[in-house]
């Protein structure tokens, strides 16, 4: 799907909001590194992410998911950054989609359409965010989306090739992805119902039967994993002016 300038129907009154889901431990950046707080371009990666969706035009709101005892850092960041819309912070949880029903709950009542988005990409363009939204909008649950373009095999045991994918039908899913409000809290309240486990959200929209939309895009949005993802990231960074 084509990246779409975003428009927001006129008259109203439901808020559109982000979630920024920054209460990761990134274990694979290395012991005592928070990720989220490397400086990359001349700015915390954290920052670059929340400034994406702060200047984003169809984001209203923000709610920034982060661990205990991280509160006040990130209002100490927010003092630095030059934010225009209101944001609040909501507590992570033990797992991902603890920390994204934490942030559902911390919303706005007349918030209708939500982004969530992984606090380590802060490449994220405007286009695709307005992408993601338009496509939620009309079909309830988006997400940005890339074609595998590498041959991928499955390995039963870690050590031969078991099974061969076919490679034309294989996405690699990012975020942001982007829900009705009702629908997503409808699908994360059966994940928990089951005690259940997902590493995305768009997991949870399969116990409930909702099709997620692909929003296919280009550009590159890179999540920082590994201490080789910072070059990369500070690249593109850069040349889209910090």
Request: aromatic content about 4%.
């Amino acid at each position: 799907m084509a990246c779409l300038p975003f428009a927001k129907p006129t008259q109203s009154p439901a808020v559109y909001a982000a979630i920024i889901v920054a209460a990761g431990q990134g274990k694979r950046m290395g012991p005592g590194v928070d990720k989220l707080f490397l400086e990359v371009a001349g700015r915390p990666v954290i920052a670059h992410t929340w400034l994406r969706f702060d200047r984003s035009a169809c984001v209203e709101e923000l709610v920034l998911v982060v661990r205990a005892g991280m509160e006040s850092t990130l209002a100490d960041l927010a003092r630095e950054l030059p934010l225009t819309k209101p944001w609040r912070l909501a507590s992570g949880g033990p797992e991902r989609q603890d920390s994204v029903w934490n942030g559902l709950e911390a919303l706005p009542p007349a918030c209708e359409l939500v982004a969530i988005h992984d606090g380590a990409r802060p490449c994220v363009s405007p286009d695709l965010i307005a992408a993601t939204f338009s496509a939620a909008r009309e079909f309830g649950a988006a997400v940005a989306a890339q074609r595998v373009t590498d041959t991928i095999k499955e390995s039963d045991d870690g050590r031969f090739i078991t099974h061969h994918p076919d490679r034309a039908r294989l996405w690699a899913v990012q975020t942001p992805q982007t829900f009705r409000v009702n629908l997503i809290r409808r699908a994360l309240a059966e994940v928990r119902r089951r005690g259940l486990a997902v590493t995305d959200d768009t997991a949870a929209c399969a116990l409930i039967g909702l099709p997620v939309r692909l929003v296919e895009h280009a550009e590159p949005n890179p999540k920082v994993t590994t201490p080789a993802d910072l070059p990369v990231i500070e690249l593109r960074l850069r040349a889209a002016g910090g």
